[in-house]
């Protein structure tokens, strides 16, 4: 049980019990509650803050084994998820100096703001006014926000061991989700990029055979493997602008068929010799039907010379019918690894990646058959080591890497009756950089840890698309620190006059400045940060029971998680905003 900030309120339980002769159960169940820390003043009731949790899980576990050599493995867990919005807020917002239909903001202000004058007065236009009196305020009044989601799954392992050389597992799995999520993107009383509905509602399965085994008297291990899945999603979004409410989404049909491989050969008792790869062959259809893809209603604009005419309500802005998009890669993989000593060990690796491509969901111009975007590639360079030393009392992992992506898929902004960001493969760009990692016991009651890492990202190459849309060689790639560092401390106190022990713990990062969104934007920068966590815990000798005190965030440091720059088409930027500091009391009981 936790009691926290916030109303912080949690309970977790689990048991294991022998249901009869190797047949085993488990049973886990958890609930969370905690209220937002982003305040909304113009609302009330549970609409009166965001960035809250309210979650409640169930997991089962059957184990049979069958026989020695034969185990079964049945999993099944739900999760209900009954939330507010995550917690972001404006952190920008102007008038273009530019054409009304220039943004969804310049639109809002010519020509419906004049309208709303004698009840909201300078609240009427969309301007500083609305920019909230501190970071962790959002001026939204729109009730009825939330973030609902039902996800339930069942899992199937199969494990049988053929010989001691010949082993055969298959995994299958299946997924059902159920998701509600309302949002009112500008965080205002007026309707710039207003009432976003979303409704997802989908399956999924997955079939993976595994086999691996052993050969040369043991000098090679190998694995040969096959994998398939498929996922249906009824995506259907609506959001009101402005000048236009439009019917999004779309029904996605996913597939995708892989074989892949691996062995490692030891070469010598000091060389290794690993490789593998990868073939996959993937399908994704886009199929629009009569409820997405079209406008539900324009705002009643009369002619303007030089602006052209609005559509009116029902004009299809994607035709119906389906469109697929397919494809085929291979990633090898290759690693060479040479035990130095019994304490040290060098490696160095090369390996080849891709993530997917696909469509975009949320159209605000006209188009012959949904816009899509083509895979992004990555190539990985990697050399590092590993050493154990002082009795094993201390261990340090070090590695160097080099990362070229190939066809980065970047957002760039489109025209349309509305502006809209859309997925591009527009960009090349590297990645240097380096990892060390350590972990040391100096005394048997202490324990530390510590890592430091650094980036060197740029872009090598843009298309005119995104350049246009205001990145540039020189724009940092999102999420990407040059430097991180961590350090962690644990210590063991022992207490026999309380007939316990106490453990103690403080966890310490600093990452420096990184953008959180691919077109720059100097309100989606965020600072260095550091984060201090910390914790003091009481376990008492029989091990059944203990108590905790922890704190996260202790400095209490302001920092956004990521963002949104709408400047360009929407007239405004939000930012997800990181929790502030939180403590919580804990205890736990072992039957």
Same mark, same amino acid.
């Given at each position: 049980?936790?009691?926290?900030?916030?109303?912080?309120?949690?309970?977790?339980?689990?048991?294991?019990?022998?249901?009869?002769?190797?047949?085993?159960?488990?049973?886990?169940?958890?609930?969370?509650?905690?209220?937002?820390?982003? /305040?909304?003043?113009?609302?009330?009731?549970?609409?009166?803050?965001? %960035?809250?949790?309210?979650?409640?899980?169930?997991?089962?576990?059957?184990?049979?084994?069958?026989?020695?050599?034969?185990?079964?493995?049945?999993?099944?867990?739900?999760?209900?998820?009954?939330?507010?919005?995550?917690?972001?807020?404006?952190?920008?917002?102007?008038?273009?100096?530019?054409?009304?239909?220039?943004?969804?903001?310049?639109?809002?202000?010519?020509? $419906?703001?004049?309208?709303?004058?004698?009840? *909201? !007065?300078?609240?009427?236009?969309?301007?500083?006014?609305?920019?909230?009196?501190? &970071?962790?305020?959002?001026?939204?009044?729109?009730?009825?926000?939330?973030?609902?989601?039902?996800?339930?799954?069942?899992?199937?392992?199969?494990? +049988?061991?053929?010989?001691?050389?010949?082993?055969?597992?298959?995994?299958?799995?299946?997924?059902?989700?159920?998701?509600?999520?309302?949002?009112?993107?500008?965080?205002?009383?007026?309707?710039?990029?207003?009432?976003?509905?979303?409704?997802?509602?989908?399956?999924? +399965?997955?079939?993976?055979?595994?086999?691996?085994?052993?050969?040369?008297?043991?000098?090679?291990? +190998?694995?040969?493997?096959?994998?398939?899945?498929?996922?249906?999603?009824?995506?259907?979004?609506?959001?009101?602008?402005?000048?236009?409410?439009?019917?999004? !989404?779309?029904?996605?049909?996913?597939?995708?068929?892989?074989?892949?491989?691996?062995?490692?050969?030891?070469?010598?008792?000091?060389?290794? *010799?690993?490789?593998?790869?990868?073939?996959?062959?993937?399908? /994704?259809?886009?199929?629009?039907?009569?409820?997405?893809?079209?406008?539900?209603?324009?705002?009643?604009?009369?002619?303007?010379?030089?602006?052209?005419?609005?559509?009116? @309500?029902?004009?299809?802005?994607?035709?119906?019918?389906?469109?697929?998009?397919?494809?085929?890669?291979?990633?090898?993989?290759?690693?060479?690894?040479?035990?130095?000593?019994?304490?040290?060990?060098?490696?160095?690796?090369?390996?080849?990646?891709? &993530?997917?491509?696909?469509?975009?969901?949320?159209?605000?111009?006209?188009? @012959?058959?949904?816009?899509?975007?083509?895979?992004?590639?990555?190539?990985?360079?990697?050399?590092?080591? &590993?050493?154990?030393?002082?009795?094993?009392?201390?261990?340090?992992?070090?590695?160097?890497?080099?990362?070229?992506?190939?066809?980065?898929?970047?957002?760039?902004?489109?025209?349309?009756?509305? #502006?809209?960001?859309?997925?591009?493969?527009?960009?090349?760009?590297?990645?240097?950089?380096?990892?060390?990692?350590?972990?040391?016991? #100096?005394?048997?009651?202490?324990?530390?840890?510590?890592? $430091?890492?650094?980036?060197?990202? =740029?872009?090598?190459?843009?298309?005119?698309?995104?350049?246009?849309?205001?990145?540039?060689?020189?724009? #940092?790639?999102?999420?990407?620190?040059?430097?991180?560092?961590?350090?962690? @401390?644990?210590?063991?106190?022992?207490?026999?006059?309380?007939?316990?022990?106490?453990?103690?713990?403080?966890?310490?990062?600093?990452?420096?400045?990184?953008?959180?969104?691919?077109?720059?934007? #100097?309100?989606?920068?965020?600072?260095?940060?550091?984060?201090?966590?910390?914790? *003091?815990?009481?376990?008492?000798?029989?091990?059944?029971? =203990?108590?905790?005190?922890?704190?996260?965030?202790?400095?209490?440091?302001?920092?956004?998680?990521? %963002?949104?720059?709408?400047?360009?088409?929407?007239?405004?930027?939000?930012?997800?905003?990181?929790?502030?500091?939180? +403590?919580?009391?804990?205890? /736990?009981?072992?039957?």
């Amino acid at each position: 049980f936790t009691y926290g900030s916030y109303d912080r309120t949690d309970f977790r339980g689990n048991v294991n019990v022998p249901l009869a002769q190797n047949l085993f159960g488990k049973l886990a169940a958890l609930y969370t509650n905690r209220d937002g820390f982003v /305040k909304r003043p113009l609302l009330g009731g549970e609409d009166a803050n965001s %960035g809250d949790d309210n979650t409640f899980g169930l997991r089962g576990a059957l184990r049979w084994e069958a026989t020695d050599a034969l185990a079964f493995d049945l999993s099944f867990d739900y999760s209900r998820d009954r939330e507010n919005p995550a917690a972001s807020a404006i952190v920008s917002n102007f008038i273009l100096p530019a054409s009304p239909l220039s943004s969804n903001a310049a639109f809002h202000n010519f020509f $419906v703001a004049p309208g709303l004058v004698p009840t *909201l !007065g300078l609240g009427a236009f969309f301007t500083d006014f609305y920019l909230p009196p501190n &970071k962790h305020t959002d001026l939204s009044n729109m009730p009825g926000q939330h973030s609902d989601l039902d996800i339930w799954g069942v899992n199937l392992t199969a494990n +049988w061991e053929i010989s001691d050389t010949l082993a055969v597992k298959s995994i299958t799995s299946y997924r059902d989700l159920e998701t509600d999520l309302r949002n009112d993107w500008d965080h205002s009383p007026l309707a710039i990029s207003h009432d976003d509905h979303e409704q997802i509602s989908g399956w999924q +399965w997955s079939q993976e055979l595994q086999l691996t085994g052993k050969a040369f008297d043991d000098r090679m291990t +190998w694995l040969l493997g096959y994998y398939h899945f498929e996922e249906d999603n009824d995506y259907i979004a609506q959001v009101t602008f402005p000048a236009l409410t439009i019917a999004s !989404g779309a029904l996605i049909d996913n597939r995708s068929d892989a074989g892949f491989g691996q062995f490692t050969f030891n070469l010598t008792d000091q060389w290794s *010799l690993t490789a593998g790869g990868r073939y996959t062959d993937e399908s /994704k259809t886009f199929t629009v039907d009569d409820r997405i893809q079209f406008i539900v209603s324009s705002f009643p604009l009369p002619p303007i010379p030089g602006l052209p005419v609005l559509p009116p @309500a029902g004009f299809r802005l994607i035709p119906l019918g389906k469109t697929t998009r397919d494809v085929s890669e291979f990633d090898p993989y290759v690693n060479l690894a040479f035990q130095w000593t019994p304490d040290l060990m060098l490696y160095a690796s090369y390996s080849e990646g891709f &993530k997917s491509g696909g469509f975009e969901l949320r159209n605000q111009a006209p188009a @012959a058959e949904p816009p899509s975007f083509n895979p992004e590639y990555a190539t990985v360079y990697e050399a590092g080591m &590993k050493w154990t030393g002082m009795d094993r009392r201390l261990r340090l992992t070090a590695a160097g890497f080099f990362t070229e992506y190939d066809d980065l898929q970047i957002l760039v902004t489109t025209g349309g009756f509305v #502006p809209a960001p859309l997925t591009t493969n527009a960009g090349k760009a590297e990645i240097t950089g380096f990892e060390i990692e350590a972990t040391a016991l #100096p005394l048997p009651e202490l324990e530390l840890s510590g890592g $430091v890492g650094y980036l060197d990202a =740029e872009y090598v190459k843009l298309d005119p698309r995104a350049i246009a849309n205001g990145t540039f060689l020189d724009t #940092p790639l999102p999420f990407v620190s040059k430097w991180q560092t961590s350090l962690s @401390a644990t210590y063991t106190l022992a207490a026999p006059a309380l007939a316990g022990s106490f453990r103690a713990r403080a966890d310490w990062s600093h990452r420096t400045d990184y953008a959180t969104f691919a077109q720059f934007s #100097p309100d989606l920068v965020q600072d260095g940060v550091s984060l201090l966590n910390a914790s *003091l815990t009481y376990v008492h000798d029989s091990d059944k029971w =203990e108590v905790a005190l922890s704190g996260t965030n202790i400095t209490d440091e302001f920092y956004i998680l990521g %963002g949104n720059a709408f400047i360009g088409n929407s007239g405004y930027t939000n930012s997800n905003l990181g929790r502030p500091q939180e +403590w919580a009391l804990r205890f /736990k009981y072992r039957f």
